[in-house]
């Protein structure tokens, strides 16, 4: 089955930049995406990526995805305290549904 | 509007207990999901359903019961409840995917403590 692996932890300093990283293993998903959840929430849907896309950016927001290597990234410029939350890749299983999450990359942002 | 509620938000039980969840989305999705998610964050899918039809069952015990009574409600029964179960569960739900864009919509949660 699909496998979705990612760090588990990242701190940063308020200011700087983050990069999430995750790897996958199905590579016939038409689409990849970032999910984030705030302490005490459900998952939102942060960000997604097309799969014949290499980039996407949205604001501070920036999505790479490397098909090759099945490595995708999420990198967060001047990253906040309202950041901290944690991160999830997630891919459809078999290119379809339902998402299969990683294990999460909790980002804690130092002030 | 909340597009995606589970209820109770919080539930605490007896081991042995027999419990239920409830799910309700108002975003005319016809998929909807049970993920669980364990003390360290780890999110696994347990149901998914595709117009109140069973489309996918991983690995859970059979005292975990999925029903859909109609296609915006998908409740999670649970006998015997066992310390092991306790957990967040979150139910979701999503479109079919259309040129394999699904964006799944989350419920609040509903923390389950077996005591």
């Known amino acids: 089955g699909e496998d979705v692996e990612q760090s588990l932890f990242l701190s940063v300093r308020e200011g700087d930049s983050s990069v999430i990283n995750c790897t996958y293993t199905d590579s016939s998903s038409t689409y990849l995406y970032w999910y984030k959840q705030e302490p005490g929430a459900g998952l939102q849907l942060l960000t997604y990526?097309?799969?014949?896309?290499d980039m996407k950016q949205d604001q501070r927001l920036t999505v790479l995805l490397n098909k090759k290597d099945k490595h995708l990234s999420l990198r967060i410029a001047d990253t906040q305290t309202g950041d901290s939350a944690i991160y999830f890749c997630?891919?459809?299983?078999?290119?379809?549904?339902?998402?299969?999450f990683g294990k999460g990359t909790r980002l804690s942002v130092i002030a | 509007d909340t597009a995606v509620s589970q209820t109770p938000k919080y539930l605490v039980t007896q081991m042995g207990n027999d419990k239920s969840i409830k799910c309700e989305q108002n975003l005319g999705h016809d998929t909807m999901y049970w993920y669980k998610q364990d003390s360290k964050k780890f999110l696994k899918i347990m149901f998914s359903y595709n117009n109140k039809e069973l489309i996918i069952n991983e690995t859970v015990p059979n005292r975990f019961s999925p029903k859909s009574p109609d296609k915006a409600h998908l409740n999670l029964h649970i006998n015997s409840l066992e310390l092991g179960d306790s957990a967040v569960y979150f139910c979701?739900?999503?479109?079919?995917?259309?040129?394999?864009?699904?964006?799944?919509?989350f419920g609040q949660g509903t923390r389950l403590t077996v005591v």
């Open positions: 997630a891919d459809p299983s078999e290119g379809n549904t339902p998402l299969v």
């Open positions: 990526i097309f799969s014949n896309m």
């Open positions: 979701a739900s999503s479109s079919y995917p259309r040129q394999g864009y699904a964006e799944a919509f």
